[in-house]
């Protein structure tokens, strides 16, 4: 089965601590695409990044950091000195190639994370 | 700029009634468009999705259907609502297969 894991159902934080959010993904195609999304309270996702499967470089975009492993199908994603304003459900995505030839994304459950001041 | 409208934002409505729910997207041509659905708590579920007008595709059997009346123009539909219709769908839009979703501000829908 093609899938995303996200272990972690909630997570509370205090403002200024770092976070790491878990994905774990299964896929059976040689090419795919890996996705994080950030959903505020009021419901809209948000585009966060997009990571190619050849490509095994972390990244880093100001505090957000991703960390791509393939080994171990792994994408995680660390926030570093949490904020008040990173409290959303964060999904993680993976690409499907569905019969049709037609690509899908299959999210993860999401992860909500609580930073309190 | 890229900007994807949703409307009505919130809707309540009785049980065997009617739904439209629509989705238009502006400042791209041809976009692959795509309707959602999030269950309280859940992750999001692929409905339908279009790669051209007129070209829709059903990822899970149901009671809703979907229409692409036009090139950034997407509407979700039922005939009759059920109780498990309930929950807040979200329109997306890409520019081709395997690249990011960009989502709209999503539609909450609760059936009575």
């Known amino acids: 089965a093609q899938k995303v894991t996200q272990a972690q159902t909630e997570i509370s934080v205090v403002e200024k601590e770092d976070v790491t959010l878990d994905c774990v993904y299964e896929?059976?195609?040689?090419?795919?695409?890996l996705f994080w999304y950030k959903q505020p309270p009021s419901g809209e996702l948000v585009f966060l990044i997009r990571?190619?499967?050849?490509?095994?470089q972390n990244e880093i975009s100001g505090r957000y950091s991703w960390n791509f492993q393939k080994s171990t199908s792994s994408f995680n994603f660390t926030i570093t000195a949490s904020q008040v304003v990173d409290s959303a459900v964060y999904f993680c995505?993976?690409?499907?190639?569905?019969?049709?030839?037609?690509?899908?994304?299959?999210f993860g459950t999401g992860t909500r994370l609580l930073v309190s001041p | 700029s890229q900007t994807i409208h949703q409307w009505p934002a919130t809707l309540v409505q009785p049980v065997g009634s009617p739904l439209s729910l629509e989705c238009t997207v502006e400042?791209?041509?041809?976009?692959?468009l795509y309707w959602y659905r999030q269950a309280a708590g859940r992750g999001l579920q692929l409905l339908f999705y279009?790669?051209?007008?007129?070209?829709i595709s059903s990822e899970v059997p149901q009671n809703l259907s979907a229409s692409r009346p036009q090139d950034r123009q997407f509407i979700l539909s039922s005939k009759k609502l059920l109780l498990s219709d309930s929950g807040f769908y979200l329109c997306?839009?890409?520019?081709?297969?395997?690249?990011?979703?960009?989502f709209g501000p999503g539609t909450r829908l609760t059936v009575t």
């Open positions: 279009s790669v051209g007008i007129g070209q």
């Open positions: 400042g791209t041509s041809n976009p692959n």
């Open positions: 896929t059976r195609d040689t090419t795919y695409y």
């Open positions: 990571r190619n499967s050849f490509d095994e």
């Open positions: 995505a993976l690409s499907v190639v569905m019969n049709t030839g037609f690509q899908k994304l299959v």
């Open positions: 997306a839009w890409s520019v081709t297969v395997g690249y990011e979703q960009y």
